[in-house]
Structure formats: structure tokens, C-alpha cells
Nanobody, 130 residues
Framework: QVQLLESGGGLVQAGGSLRLSCAAS????????MGWFRQAPGKERECVAA????????FYTDSVKSRFTIARDNAKNTVYLQMNSLKPEDSAVYYC???????????????????????WGQGTQVTVSS
């Protein structure tokens, strides 16, 4: 079992920044990949960013490249999502997720697939005002 707890969401103006954190517990943090997903009302859940077990590989959806950065601290059992230059279309509930079956060399299409993740947090709301 893995428990995931997100924090750091909130209301921010367009152009602003937020840093999301996801604290994990229950199993060795370095044994699974991590992803950040988001879901806006009426839309499917989409992968925003993902990072391999070692942290050596990172993936981003095109709409957030150069604005968002995913990082993990295996010593602190935490994964982060630094979000800069936020836009109203970034508003959504953001979830972190843990995937045990994702290898460091797995292709990006696997990292961005919700079905590859085994545990999910409860989500944190991000609202970007225009």
C-alpha cells in the first residue's frame, strides 16, 4: 500500500506560480515512478508530468513544457510540481500517482497512461484567475 497526500494548491492570478507537493508513505519511495495528473470539469484526466523511479527521466505534456518542472526527492519521499507562468486553462484538480510497473526506460506513452498507475492521492485544487 502507498498513501499519497498532495498539498500546495490554491488560487493564483494568471502569470503566477505555485508549487505542488506530494508526500508518499507506505513503501520504498524509490521503487516506483510518479506522475502528476489534472482533471478539469467535464474533461478527462490527463498526465501533466511524470518522473521515473530514479528521477533520471521526465515527461511533460506539450501544453506545460517550459512552464512546469517535476522533481522528486527520494530522501524526503516527496515529488514536486513547480508551475510557473500559470494560465487560466491550467485550472483543475491536480493528482499525484504512483506507478510500480514503470521502468526507467519505459516510453513516454506508458508514463502518461492513467492505467499504469497503482495509487492516487485525493487531489488538490488549482485555480488560475484571468
Amino acid at each position: 500500500q502507498v498513501q499519497l497526500l498532495e498539498s500546495g494548491g490554491g488560487l493564483v492570478q494568471a502569470g503566477g506560480s505555485l508549487r505542488l507537493s506530494c508526500a508518499a508513505s507506505g513503501r520504498t519511495f524509490g521503487s516506483y515512478a510518479m506522475g502528476w495528473f489534472r482533471q478539469a470539469p467535464g474533461k478527462e484526466r490527463e498526465c501533466v508530468a511524470a518522473i521515473s523511479k530514479s528521477g533520471g527521466n521526465r515527461f511533460y505534456t506539450d501544453s506545460v513544457k517550459s512552464r512546469f518542472t517535476i522533481a522528486r526527492d527520494n530522501a524526503k519521499n516527496t515529488v514536486y510540481l513547480q508551475m510557473n507562468s500559470l494560465k487560466p486553462e491550467d485550472s483543475a484538480v491536480y493528482y499525484c500517482a504512483a506507478g510500480f510497473g514503470l521502468a526507467d526506460y519505459s516510453a513516454s506513452l506508458y508514463y502518461t497512461d492513467t492505467h499504469r498507475y497503482d495509487y492516487w492521492g485525493q487531489g488538490t485544487q488549482v485555480t488560475v484567475s484571468s
